[in-house]
């Protein structure tokens, strides 16, 4: 007896539609088949073409008999199918469907990429949200990485303003690349100072180049490229299957696109190439066009962060093994374990000429803009490398291979902190993930089915699946190996953890319990990280740089001493390297977790060793004592009666000095003590500290 197979049902193998063929209740030759309804297989999907048989008298009993079979009995069978409105001879599939009908998501339900006009709303409100916490600007200070890793380091070059060089950009032993500081900071700056020379006349410089605007063009361009990620964020939803726009509302609400995405990290940098290099292997159809513009963004990536090459790795091998795929029977599933032999094809030498061609040439341009930038720096000649050509090859500069070299190294880690192994997957991935972390870990059961599966309805996006997994065991794996863990290192998982388990959190499988956890996790750690954690050091600089104006006019130095925070940004204070010299108009001092009665030694010493003599010209006549501390630490009752409180910056959380008690001690406050000088018969400038102190 034949196979029975309801009407419009793709039959299971072309070989049994051979032998059997049900039409008006007939056998019918071996020829029949070829006249049957033929749908040649998808351009996506390479596998056997699939056989429609007419409807017959025996498969609609059939369809009846597994309709019975299905939903209990004939009376059920009967009410179910009138309010679907489907006859007893139509397809049982469709009634199983509407019967398993997913129920809507949160947020929208378009699973097929369509328009959703809730999750459209919804996600223009987080993107609005966005851009004002961008605008406002945010206050919260998270790492000195988010100044000292871009902004500090170029607006010295641009605004010919005093700043403070990093250790990672010292011309001597570079361990970053110059490249990105200049496109996020660096063209922004150089933008904000073109129009102060067009607008010269017209507008005062101070108005277009101010606190603020240097403040907020960063962050700007930093805003631009996450949404440069959202954009490829919605186009690899619709290949995986996945709502878009519960994806993009899952992007938008999350902290490290709220807070860190918004800052000019070298981490949020790689999160957006990451984002562009997923998009290249998984939405563009010719592997050769993969090749290229995958190996131009690997090289990006990797002259940004050398550990990019960790999430980058599976993507690479999800190009390869569609190369072998395609060299190989139709029909196979593409899947990791098709690539374990690659074999000499032509596609997949292709593949990897081009793979590697597109790294070189931006590996190239990268290593000749670093060894320009840093060497023409250190001789202090900007048209060295064009008179001297043969210099370039022989001070060539290749910077992460000297970040490896000091990373690798345990104890240049120690200087910034050593942590337990597993910090990255106890602390760092619960904290910045919180759901999707705890999805993740609930599949990890069915992690042998995820790989090891090849018979996927569709595996295209089974094989995107087992490449998004691959990314995230590699990254935490990887960066685990590192004894200096910090959570900004893992910004780059938040797009494959949302590809592959938003569903739960915040779409149709997700539950009210995981809807509000989300919402209320990732809000009170941006309102804490954007808002209050550290906020008071960058206001503060506002204040710094009013009363260095002030000291300008009135003719008194200016000494900014910080205690108990972050390292003070110097380019947000805007004072000129004309300033500098024995006795420059503003001084910046970060004296990090020092102790109090040390901290008054430092001032005292601060004032009195003038080794200098001060030229009539630059001579002031009194030196001002900006003291910077979080409003916890109260000043010995000796050293408080000689500053006064000036300025107070709210809000600001210190982990240096936590609040005890009180909204008060949620503040940073800006204390100031002025000294009179004297001038010595030899021209040297005397400060007397307690007969000539002032306080204002």
């Not at 596998?47 to 299905?70: C, E, F, I, W, Y």
Request: charged share 15%; net charge positive.
């Amino acid at each position: 007896m034949p196979e029975d197979r309801g009407s419009g049902d793709p039959s299971p193998s072309l070989h049994q539609d051979k032998r059997y063929s049900l039409h008006q209740g007939k056998r019918s030759s071996h020829a029949e088949p070829r006249n049957a309804a033929v749908n040649a297989s998808d351009k996506n999907n390479c596998g056997p073409a699939t056989v429609h048989a007419p409807t017959t008298t025996l498969q609609k009993a059939s369809d009846t008999a597994m309709n019975r079979r299905l939903l209990g009995s004939t009376g059920q069978l009967g009410l179910r199918l009138r309010r679907t409105g489907h006859t007893p001879h139509t397809n049982t599939r469709a009634v199983v469907r509407e019967r398993n009908k997913p129920k809507p998501s949160p947020v929208g339900n378009c699973r097929d990429g369509g328009f959703d006009v809730e999750g459209f709303l919804l996600y223009g409100l987080l993107l609005s949200m966005r851009v004002f916490l961008v605008l406002l600007p945010q206050p919260g200070y998270i790492h000195p990485d988010e100044f000292f890793q871009s902004p500090e380091v170029v607006a010295g070059d641009v605004f010919g303003i005093n700043v403070d060089v990093p250790w990672e950009f010292r011309p001597a032993f570079p361990i970053r690349s110059i490249v990105f500081p200049g496109l996020v900071s660096g063209v922004p700056f150089a933008m904000l100072r073109g129009l102060t020379w067009a607008l010269e006349d017209h507008v005062p410089e101070n108005m277009i180049v101010n606190y603020h605007s240097v403040l907020i063009v960063p962050r700007l361009t930093m805003l631009l490229l996450s949404v440069v990620g959202d954009v490829c964020v919605f186009h690899l939803s619709g290949k995986l299957g996945v709502d878009p726009w519960v994806c993009l509302c899952a992007v938008g609400s999350s902290v490290v696109t709220l807070v860190f995405q918004t800052r000019p990290f070298s981490n949020s940098i790689e999160s957006v190439l990451l984002s562009l290099a997923l998009c290249v292997a998984f939405c563009y159809r010719r592997p050769t066009t993969k090749a290229w513009w995958l190996g131009m963004l690997i090289a990006l990536g990797f002259f940004n962060r050398p550990t990019f090459l960790l999430p980058a790795a599976p993507l690479v091998l999800h190009v390869l093994a569609y190369c072998r795929w395609d060299n190989v029977a139709c029909g196979l599933v593409p899947s990791w374990r098709s690539i374990a032999w690659f074999g000499p094809t032509p596609n997949v030498l292709g593949v990897l000429w081009r793979l590697a061609a597109g790294g070189m040439l931006t590996a190239t341009l990268c290593v000749l803009l670093d060894t320009w930038y840093f060497r023409a720096k250190q001789i202090g000649d900007a048209s060295w490398p064009w008179t001297n050509p043969a210099d370039l090859v022989r001070h060539v500069v290749i910077t992460p291979l000297n970040f490896l070299a000091y990373n690798t190294n345990t104890d240049n880690l120690a200087q910034h902190g050593l942590h337990f192994r597993g910090t990255h997957a106890a602390v760092n991935m619960p904290m910045l993930f919180g759901p999707l972390y705890l999805a993740f870990l609930a599949s990890l059961w069915r992690l042998p089915q995820q790989f090891g599966s090849s018979h996927e309805k569709h595996p295209r996006r089974s094989l995107a699946r087992q490449t998004l997994l691959g990314c995230i065991f590699l990254v935490l794996f990887g960066l685990s190996v590192f004894p200096h863990q910090e959570p900004r290192f893992l910004l780059c998982l938040l797009v494959p953890l949302v590809l592959l388990f938003c569903d739960r959190v915040l779409g149709q499988n997700a539950t009210m319990g995981s809807v509000v956890f989300w919402i209320v996790s990732n809000f009170v750690l941006a309102a804490v990280l954007g808002l209050v954690h550290q906020g008071g050091v960058v206001g503060s600089l506002d204040v710094v740089r009013r009363r260095y104006q002030q000291s300008k006019h009135d003719n008194f130095q200016l000494h900014a001493v910080y205690a108990y925070t972050y390292m003070p940004p110097k380019h947000l204070a805007l004072f000129h390297d004309s300033d500098r010299g024995p006795c420059p108009d503003l001084m910046l001092h970060d004296l990090k977790s020092t102790a109090l009665m040390d901290v008054q030694s430092y001032i005292t010493s601060l004032v009195t060793k003038r080794t200098k003599p001060c030229s009539p010209q630059v001579e002031h006549k009194e030196i001002a004592v900006l003291l910077v501390l979080p409003a916890p630490v109260v000043l010995p009752q000796s050293t408080q009666q000689h500053f006064s409180l000036v300025y107070r910056v709210y809000p600001h959380i210190s982990a240096e000095a936590p609040p005890p008690e009180g909204w008060e001690d949620f503040g940073l406050h800006v204390y100031e003590r002025r000294f009179r000088t004297l001038r010595k018969p030899n021209g040297k400038c005397e400060v007397p500290i307690v007969a000539c102190s002032t306080n204002s």
